[in-house]
């Protein structure tokens, strides 16, 4: 497994690295884009691991891997709740704070981190109030993880606080620390669990999962440590001038931007709560609802590394009125991402079955594969639009956030209910499907009317048209080729195919300057 993981992200990073950066502001945006990127795929690496060992006969059975997967859900929307939009708060306000302050006297970071805790302090009472309720929607296809729900707040709060801290880090330009820390340093906490799971060192499942609760705040305990250490940040509870001057509008910018978070990081869970509350054997269909999303995750590895970037960067075009530094922007970041997506979605369609048999995981996981055919379809459309919901979120019209979270709310809760009845673990998929296409086009079709910037060239339907044509190539040449032989070959010359194609027909403006880049460091001179 270890072996065939170091071959698999080597061969991401062949056709990978030389799309997804960027060249639209300056050298400091894909410089970092690169290194996050190296560091996500690490971390991606390291969670497939994981997987693989969470998935693996005889290890843990599908409901427990479900349960840490409950886990994640349930504490994502704690966060949501909590965090009350203070980093949408940060992204927006840095600026003017880092202007007008010296750094001992910039109360940002103080008030976000203040309001975001009280903000949890009230997800803990109300928890406390509505267990009765999540008593009566879980008990009957989930009850273990009402043995484990005060657990939950310990890893939702540790989520909360680290979700503050990285926002104040990205306008600090430490996207690649934080990208470490939640990619990688939370995924090597996880597998040293395991690790001593399966050695008995952690006796039980009870011990292993109340240790996992803890994941979340140690890596923000980290975070924080660092930021104090290298003096990148302070506290004061006095209330500066740009507080005073900026307050109605730091208000009401909350205001609306925590209701349209809100509803998007419940949309983003909702699917696996759905299905603990009301399928049968809830939480082994989540054990493997959660085994697809993990893998549907890589095609989105670039997705954090690129908004971790270009967020400053955006907030300052905006102040600036750049309209074509935000238009730059938007357009590179949608070919990379839809190069990179594409990609890498067909790599694994190619591989799924194959890799599951080949690994001998159980054989429940095969019925993931077409829920991964919808689930991964819908990130190629989230990473194809490009970073329309930071420059929106960064940009005057914020208050859309609110109106286009709502309505993607109101279309996923309803559809995720009906479909899932009707088709088990597919229909969440399918109403992701849905809900995403619509919430997206919506937004190209506000950012186009307001502001005349769009995403899409015509290398975007190239791109498409080529990872799909190598898909059916490496499909109908290798489709009688099993096992680690036929992983390799086809994840080889699928790679070769695409990877060389979309640099000869140059599908992204950053396409030769950075790999020309690439050849220089290695020491190619052709």
Request: aromatic share 16%.
């Amino acid at each position: 497994m270890e072996t065939w993981n170091t071959w698999f992200f080597a061969s991401i990073a062949f056709f990978t690295i030389p799309f997804h950066c960027y060249l639209y502001c300056m050298s400091t945006i894909r410089r970092q884009s690169i290194i996050s990127s190296l560091v996500i795929y690490t971390g991606f690496a390291i969670g497939l691991f994981n997987t693989y060992l969470f998935t693996k006969q005889g290890i843990f059975t599908e409901s427990q891997y479900g349960l840490t997967g409950i886990f994640i859900a349930i504490a994502t929307s704690m966060m949501a709740f909590a965090n009350l939009a203070m980093p949408s708060y940060i992204y927006k306000f840095f600026p003017y704070y880092n202007e007008h302050l010296l750094p001992k006297k910039n109360d940002l970071v103080t008030w976000a981190l203040v309001v975001s805790t009280i903000g949890f302090l009230f997800v803990i009472i109300a928890g406390s109030l509505l267990k009765g309720l999540v008593v009566r929607k879980f008990i009957e296809h989930s009850p273990e993880l009402l043995t484990y729900y005060n657990w939950i707040y310990p890893f939702g709060f540790g989520l909360m606080l680290y979700t503050v801290l990285e926002a104040y880090a990205w306008q600090l330009h430490k996207s690649v620390l934080t990208n470490f820390l939640r990619e990688v340093q939370w995924r090597l906490f996880t597998t040293i669990l395991i690790v001593f799971f399966m050695l008995h060192i952690v006796g039980s499942y009870t011990l292993f999962i109340k240790l996992y609760a803890f994941t979340y705040p140690c890596i923000a305990i980290f975070l924080l440590l660092y930021l104090i250490i290298t003096k990148k940040i302070h506290f004061t509870f006095r209330v500066s001038k740009v507080t005073k001057r900026f307050l109605k509008n730091i208000l009401r910018l909350c205001s609306f931007i925590y209701i349209g978070t809100l509803v998007l990081s419940i949309s983003q869970v909702i699917d696996s709560i759905i299905i603990a509350s009301i399928l049968p054997n809830a939480l082994a269909k989540v054990g493997i609802y959660t085994l697809v999303q993990n893998i549907s995750s890589l095609i989105q590895a670039p997705q954090r590394g690129i908004v971790a970037a270009s967020i400053a960067h955006l907030s300052k075009a905006w102040k600036d009125k750049k309209m074509e530094t935000l238009q730059r922007i938007y357009q590179r970041s949608s070919i990379n991402q839809l190069i990179f997506s594409c990609g890498i979605y067909a790599l694994i369609v190619i591989n799924f079955i194959d890799a599951v048999n080949t690994f001998h995981l159980k054989e429940s996981y095969l019925d993931g594969f077409y829920v991964f055919l919808l689930l991964g379809a819908t990130k190629i459309i989230d990473m194809g639009t490009g970073v329309n919901s930071q420059i929106i979120g960064t940009s005057t019209y914020w208050r859309f956030e609110m109106t286009s979270g709502i309505i993607l709310l109101v279309l996923m809760l309803p559809l995720n209910y009906i479909l899932t009845k009707q088709y088990d673990i597919i229909g969440p998929a399918l109403a992701n499907i849905i809900s995403i296409s619509i919430y997206n086009l919506i937004r190209i079709i506000f950012l186009w009317r307001k502001f005349r910037l769009f995403p899409f060239t015509a290398s975007s339907l190239y791109t498409l048209f080529l990872a799909a044509t190598c898909f059916v190539i490496c499909y109908f040449l290798f489709q009688n080729i099993h096992g680690l032989p036929g992983l390799l070959i086809r994840s080889i010359v699928f790679c070769l195919l695409y990877g060389t194609s979309a640099i000869y027909f140059r599908l992204s403006p950053d396409v030769v300057p950075v790999w020309n880049a690439i050849k220089k460091r290695i020491g190619i001179r052709v």
